[in-house]
């Protein structure tokens, strides 16, 4: 049997939907899963054919587990990741077993993000930074504000302001008990709108699938709770996006894959903020699907499978997502709201994350945010204010603490 193993996915969102194109595709699926949850709700994932309990973060142990399926008669075509932090350990893999399209090296660097600062740190749309070793002082002659993050950080846990020296000095202890063998990285903080770019490369070609203007609510975090797809981008935005992702693409030698970048738009032009080298998680996929009628995840997998993929758009719709999040900490009782959401105004999509019984919290990561509308519209500005409204809609009862 033609099969695909994914090494680790989440209950939903794009590595989820990831699973599913590959069944529709006609593929056998198998999952690596290190969480023991998934494994206790097997009959939840009709669309993984094979699920597997094993320590994804161990290539040998994998590797044996790999060779079993070969041994009794799996044809496996690709092993992918959609995942943070297993994209490259899934590449590493693919190397061993498959014919691998993209880059391990790549992936390895953009997962980092100390490495990728260090290895564009010449281009222009590269933010000054600092890197504070373990046991060094820190030589910082940069003004506040400034972003203090640690370089394995993702969905924007540990990414903190500090306004004044007080404040670095609190977050970089904070960091570094955390993580006393770890640098931490002191960045300019950048002012201006930030855009999302989804990107694919086939045959060294980069082309950008969607952009995406990301709305920021501030608290402990930085969390994006507003995406809104620009189907008619202006010129001017949409030929400096290209332009820098052409750089990227050319400087790590990228011949076949996907990757997202994170930007801001200043008065001296882009700056980036990060790379990852994967379509975004959460609402992504559905987001594109809905503005653009394309399955990103699908045609992913077509490019990684070594055919060429149809990123055309079907056609152009005005998207906006809206995500929820809770202004105070509390174990859920209830969810009210969904089906009024789910009814109002040019809404595709309502989901809603957590179960009854589960604690809530006011965000210090992505994955604090807790349900999410998808609405369209005739112009984009409808579309965010339906999607707004909807959300509206939807309160998390909670028996606080």
């Not at 994006?224 to 992702?245: A, H, N, S």
């Not at 009628?293 to 758009?313: A, D, W």
């Not at 609405?375 to 309160?395: P, Q, R, S, V, Y």
Request: charged share 25%.
């Amino acid at each position: 049997m033609k099969t695909i193993i994914f090494i680790g996915t989440n209950k939903s969102g794009s590595s989820r939907e990831a699973i599913r194109a590959a069944e529709k595709l006609g593929y056998f699926t198998v999952l690596f899963t290190n969480n023991e949850k998934q494994i206790q709700q097997r009959k939840a994932y009709p669309d993984v054919h094979k699920m597997i309990f094993i320590d994804t973060s161990n290539i040998e142990v994998m590797s044996k587990e790999i060779d079993k399926l070969f041994n009794i008669g799996l044809d496996i075509k690709t092993i992918v990741s959609f995942v943070d932090p297993f994209v490259h350990i899934a590449s590493i893999l693919c190397d061993e077993f498959c014919y691998n399209l993209t880059s391990s090296t790549a992936i390895e660097i953009m997962e980092d993000k100390e490495k990728t600062r260090d290895f564009l740190k010449n281009q222009p749309y590269s933010p000054n930074f600092v890197l504070k070793k373990p046991n060094e002082s820190l030589s910082n002659n940069m003004e506040f504000p400034l972003i203090v993050k640690s370089p394995k950080s993702t969905g924007s846990k540990d990414v903190l302001l500090a306004t004044n020296k007080s404040q670095l000095d609190k977050h970089l202890e904070f960091l570094q008990s955390k993580n006393p063998n770890e640098t931490v990285m002191i960045e300019e903080y950048i002012e201006g709108p930030q855009y999302l770019v989804e990107a694919l490369v086939y045959k060294r070609q980069a082309q950008i699938i969607g952009i995406i203007k990301q709305e920021i609510t501030k608290g402990k975090r930085f969390i994006i709770t507003g995406y809104g797809v620009l189907v008619e981008p202006p010129k001017d935005i949409q030929t400096g996006l290209e332009e820098v992702l052409n750089s990227i693409v050319k400087a790590f030698n990228i011949e076949t894959g996907t990757l997202h970048l994170e930007l801001r738009l200043t008065k001296n032009g882009w700056k980036l903020i990060e790379i990852n080298p994967r379509i975004s998680g959460g609402a992504m996929n559905n987001m594109l699907k809905a503005a653009l009628g394309i399955s990103l995840v699908e045609e992913t997998l077509k490019l990684f499978l070594g055919e060429q993929p149809n990123v055309k758009p079907r056609y152009k719709k005005f998207v906006f997502t809206k995500y929820v999040i809770v202004e105070k900490k509390g174990i859920l009782e209830r969810v009210i709201g969904k089906n009024r959401a789910t009814n109002s105004t040019g809404v595709v999509e309502v989901f809603v994350k957590p179960r009854k019984g589960t604690l809530l919290t006011p965000p210090l990561s992505m994955g604090h945010r807790y349900a999410y509308v998808i609405a369209e519209g005739a112009t984009l500005a409808e579309a965010k204010n339906n999607a707004i409204t909807a959300a509206k809609e939807i309160k998390f009862l909670l028996k606080t603490l």
